[in-house]
Nanobody, 127 residues
Framework: QVQLVESGGGLVQAGGSLRLSCAAS????????MGWFRQAPGKEREFVAA????????YYLDTVKGRFTISRDNAKNTVYLQINSLKPEDTAVYYC????????????????????WGQGTQVTVSS
């Protein structure tokens, strides 16, 4: 059974930064791409960022490019999301997720392609 545990969320003022972490266990972490999604109140869950199994490829939602950075440490079975220049519209519950397919060549933004999800961590940005 794969377990994903997020941490690092919190309340921050606009312009601030946070670093989210997601610790994985239960299968070979380094074989799978990882993604971050978020869901704001009253909105559907949306893709934010993804990183392939080796860490060599990343992909971002257009509105977070330049502010968010996804990375992974396969030795620690952990994926990170560095969030800078936070805006009130970034307020959401952030979820990490694990790709269902090992060694996928291109990262996917489709939530249906991720088969394990964390419990989420709340990020609240005050103006």
């Amino acid at each position: 059974q794969v377990q994903l545990v997020e941490s690092g969320g919190g309340l921050v003022q606009a312009g601030g930064s946070l670093r989210l972490s997601c610790a994985a266990s239960g299968r070979t972490f380094s074989s799978y791409a990882m993604g971050w999604f978020r869901q704001a109140p009253g909105k559907e869950r949306e893709f934010v960022a993804a990183i392939n199994w080796s860490g060599g490829r990343t992909y971002y939602l257009d509105t977070v490019k330049g502010r968010f950075t996804i990375s992974r440490d396969n030795a620690k079975n952990t994926v990170y999301l560095q969030i800078n220049s936070l805006k009130p519209e970034d307020t959401a519950v952030y979820y990490c997720a694990a790709d269902r397919q090992a060694f996928r060549v291109r990262v996917t933004t489709a939530s249906s392609e991720y088969d394990y999800w964390g419990q989420g961590t709340q990020v609240t940005v005050s103006s």
